[in-house]
């Protein structure tokens, strides 16, 4: 008898020392082989509201320094607030490039070099503006005990997907952080194309 491999497992927690304080990381698999994490800090009850943020993966914004985009700054943000609250979760997902996969967003990077907003450069290599999937997160808030979430985000996608899940999304905590020269066309075109709640007056 053959028994069918789940799309996603939970594998392992350690404790995870930061610069904004003691995490706990979490780490969890997809049947594709292609990994996450979570990190949790502080303790909660089933049915607290608790702080969330669902981070992609960006090596260049988050581990790199890159202004070109406002990523690394949010990720910090995101951690800060959780601390400075007592408790909460950052969902960090391993789909880098909106999906694309680094080397893509490198490509796609180039194309917006010449002129091309986000959205054009990764239509003209063929893909959708934004292919991410946040199923897995049912699995990583359901493991810690999560049922009701602030979110903090500007991307109502996330928000839609999280109810999807059936994850009760109380509030949406803006985390307008990070806007640089290099990065407001980037956040405009976001504000545009992708419907992020950035306020326009950011743009003028
Ligand atoms: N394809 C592509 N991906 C980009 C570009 N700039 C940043 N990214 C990726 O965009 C994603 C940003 O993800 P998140 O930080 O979760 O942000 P978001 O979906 O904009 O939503 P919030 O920050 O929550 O408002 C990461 O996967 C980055 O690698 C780009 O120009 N092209």
């Known amino acids: 008898m053959t028994t069918k491999q789940p799309k996603y497992e939970y594998v392992s927690s350690a404790r995870l020392p930061t610069r904004f304080g003691d995490f ?3 780490g969890f698999v997809e049947a594709s082989g292609q990994e996450h994490v979570a990190l949790s800090y502080g303790q909660w009850q089933p049915e607290d509201v608790v702080p969330i943020r669902i981070h992609s993966e960006c090596l260049t ?3 790199l320094f890159s202004t070109r985009c406002d990523c690394g700054f949010q990720l910090e943000k995101a951690l800060q607030n959780i601390v400075d609250k007592g ?3 950052l969902l960090y997902l391993r789909q880098e490039g909106r999906g694309i996969g680094l ?3 490198i490509r796609a990077y180039n194309l ?3 002129g091309m907003d986000t959205v054009e ?3 003209h290599l063929g893909f959708d503006a934004d292919l991410r999937s946040y199923d897995i997160c049912k699995l990583m808030l359901d493991t810690l005990n999560v049922n009701q979430v602030e979110l903090m985000t500007n991307n109502p996608r996330k928000m839609q997907a999280l109810e999807q899940l059936g994850i009760n999304v109380t509030a949406r905590k803006p985390i307008d952080h990070g806007l640089t020269k290099d990065n407001k066309h980037y956040l405009k075109t976001k504000t545009e194309k992708l419907g992020h709640a950035f306020d326009p007056h950011l743009f003028k």
Do not use: P, R, S, Y
Request: glycine share 12%; hydrophobic share 30%.
């Open 87 to 89: 408790c909460g979760v």
């Open 121 to 123: 450069a990764n239509e």
């Open 61 to 63: 914004g988050d581990a």
């Open 112 to 114: 917006q070099d010449t």
């Open 103 to 105: 080397l893509n967003k």
């Open 24 to 26: 706990t990381i979490h």
